[in-house]
Structure formats: C-alpha cells, structure tokens
C-alpha cells in the first residue's frame, strides 16, 4: 500500500507547527511525512492506523508517530457529519528532527531525544500520567509564543523520553517504503473496506477497487502491509466491536452482528485471539478501569 507524501509547512516565523483543528479532516488520508507528528485528542474518536497496527482512538490519547512513518486517523461517522454533540478536537505539532540544528540532537545531554527520536518510526502511544501531563504542556505550548513555545516542545519530548509509560505501535518487522510511487490505492482499500465490512468482499471486489488482479492483491497487500487482507479486515471489525463493547449500548450478541460478524461463535473466537480477551471480560475490564 503506498501512501501519500505531505508536506507540512512550519512558516517563515518558526522552526516547527503546533495548531488546534477543530474539524475532522486534517490527516484523513494515509500518508507520511519527514516530520515527527505529535497529537493529543481532546474529542472525537475513530480508528487509528499507524504502519502495520489498527486500533481505537478517542479523548485523551497521546500519540508520537516518527519520520516517514505512515498513519492515518479517520473519525467515526457521526464526528465527520459534524452531529452537534460529536465534536473533534485535536492539537497536533509537526517538527522536523533537525529542527534545532544538525548537531543538537547528537549532543550528549540530548542522547534520549535522538533514541526517542528513532523509537518513534514505530509509532509511539503515550500512556498514565504521562500522557496527561503532555497534553497539558500542548495547552500551554499552543497558548505561548516564540522561545517559551520552543522550551514547551523540548520538555514535552523529554519527558517522553525518559518515560515508561509508552509502548510502541507498530511492529518492528514493518518497513515503510514511501519512495514506492504515491498513489491512492490505499486510501480506496480502506474506504471501500470501512464503508463495506458488514457484507462479504469478494477477492475480487476490493482487487477491482486496487485496479490490480486477483491474484496479484494478496501478494501486493502482504508485501506492504505485513499482513493478509483477511486478517486486516478481522482487526477491523474487532476493533469496531471494542469501541461498541465501550459504548456499552448493545448486547454482546448485538455487537457480533453490528461489527460484521455472520455467526457468535465466529465472534467470539476472533475476539479473543486479536485482543486475548472474550468480549465480555474485555468490557468488564474496560469500566472497571474507568
């Protein structure tokens, strides 16, 4: 799957961006870019893909996605409808890794900053303490200007750094090879993929929709993603039964059905291998924990 290059502008007057959006489009394509891409989400959820790994998202996530690291956050229906009580609200930071200079990060003191730096090709999420305690710096860091900005950014990544409450996203057997001619083939894959999961795609549908054949899709899609469209599309419509089991709305015999499953046993043996939990005991931990 190829993803799409952004390029991101910092402006004339800074050395890096930090900004508030307020709608849920601002990185609705799969794509990468040089930039390290710091986000904290303060509302609205959906599902988040982050190289090779899938999950849901929601208010208070922190995550740190590296160079050339492709990802992609789409927002649930009724965020991107714009329903006046599912707002999003996001504040995101792009930065270069040179953006103090060639030789700040290879600086002794700034040891941790360039290994942070290189952990984050993987994908980081930010957990605990640590994740509310950045995204309270990304409040002041978007309320403060010029050099306090700048000391905001470098305590943020320093505390990320030195932190145990992260662990990596994606696997560390996923290469990105974004040179690969950018093309929208992903961005298809998946939205036919989202808009369709509830009903059986054919091989050659979604084949059709890559405008590549049958036989050559598996083969393309494992190349670049690391794993089957199978298990893609399994990971998928598990993830949707987790944010239904949250929302806690449903019965469980509901989800299986509302998450594209044809029959509970099904359900039930996907469930648990994908996230090594049943789906009822995954729930009760869930509130338990909140």
Same mark, same amino acid.
């Given at each position: 799957? +190829?993803?799409?290059?952004?390029?991101?502008?910092?402006?004339?007057?800074?050395?890096?961006?930090?900004?508030?959006?307020?709608?849920?489009?601002?990185?609705?394509?799969?794509?990468?870019?040089?930039?390290?891409?710091? *986000?904290?989400?303060?509302?609205?959820?959906?599902?988040?893909?982050?190289?090779?790994?899938?999950?849901?998202?929601? #208010?208070? @996530? %922190? *995550?740190?996605?590296?160079?050339?690291?492709?990802?992609?956050?789409?927002?649930?229906?009724?965020?991107?409808?714009?329903?006046?009580?599912? %707002?999003?609200?996001?504040?995101?930071?792009?930065?270069?890794?040179?953006?103090?200079?060639?030789?700040?990060?290879?600086? #002794?003191?700034? +040891?941790?900053?360039?290994?942070?730096?290189?952990?984050? &090709?993987?994908?980081?999420?930010?957990?605990?303490?640590?994740?509310?305690? %950045? /995204?309270?710096?990304?409040?002041?860091?978007? +309320?403060?200007?010029?050099?306090?900005?700048?000391?905001?950014?470098?305590?943020?990544?320093?505390?990320?750094?030195?932190?145990?409450?992260?662990?990596?996203?994606?696997?560390? =057997?996923?290469?990105?090879?974004?040179?690969? =001619?950018?093309? @929208?083939?992903?961005?298809?894959?998946?939205?036919?993929?989202?808009?369709?999961?509830?009903?059986?795609?054919?091989?050659?549908?979604?084949?059709? %929709?890559?405008?590549?054949?049958?036989?050559?899709?598996?083969?393309?899609?494992?190349?670049?993603?690391? &794993?089957?469209?199978?298990?893609?599309?399994?990971?998928? &419509?598990?993830? *949707?039964?987790?944010?239904?089991?949250? $929302?806690?709305?449903?019965?469980?015999?509901?989800?299986?059905? $509302?998450?594209?499953?044809?029959?509970? /046993?099904?359900?039930?043996?996907?469930?648990?291998?994908?996230?090594? +939990?049943?789906?009822?005991?995954?729930?009760?931990?869930?509130?338990?924990?909140?």
């Amino acid at each position: 799957m +190829k993803p799409l290059l952004l390029k991101v502008a910092t402006g004339t007057s800074a050395s890096f961006s930090v900004r508030r959006d307020l709608v849920p489009f601002f990185n609705n394509k799969w794509h990468y870019h040089l930039e390290l891409e710091l *986000v904290s989400f303060e509302k609205g959820s959906g599902m988040q893909f982050v190289g090779d790994h899938m999950k849901n998202f929601g #208010p208070g @996530d %922190v *995550v740190f996605i590296g160079s050339n690291l492709p990802h992609y956050w789409r927002f649930d229906a009724n965020v991107i409808e714009g329903e006046t009580e599912y %707002v999003a609200d996001t504040m995101v930071s792009h930065f270069s890794e040179q953006f103090l200079g060639r030789t700040f990060v290879d600086l #002794p003191e700034n +040891k941790h900053i360039k290994q942070l730096f290189e952990r984050a &090709k993987r994908g980081i999420q930010v957990n605990g303490k640590t994740r509310k305690q %950045v /995204a309270s710096l990304m409040q002041d860091m978007l +309320k403060a200007e010029s050099f306090k900005r700048l000391m905001i950014l470098l305590q943020i990544l320093d505390i990320i750094a030195r932190s145990t409450e992260v662990e990596y996203l994606s696997s560390i =057997s996923f290469l990105p090879n974004p040179e690969q =001619s950018a093309n @929208d083939r992903v961005n298809a894959i998946y939205e036919y993929s989202i808009n369709n999961y509830m009903n059986k795609i054919s091989l050659e549908e979604v084949a059709k %929709v890559a405008n590549i054949s049958p036989n050559s899709f598996c083969r393309y899609f494992k190349a670049n993603t690391g &794993k089957t469209y199978s298990g893609f599309l399994l990971e998928y &419509k598990v993830g *949707v039964a987790c944010k239904l089991l949250i $929302e806690d709305k449903l019965s469980i015999q509901q989800i299986c059905y $509302e998450s594209g499953f044809n029959n509970f /046993a099904g359900f039930y043996k996907y469930f648990k291998k994908i996230t090594g +939990k049943t789906p009822h005991n995954y729930q009760k931990e869930f509130i338990a924990q909140n």
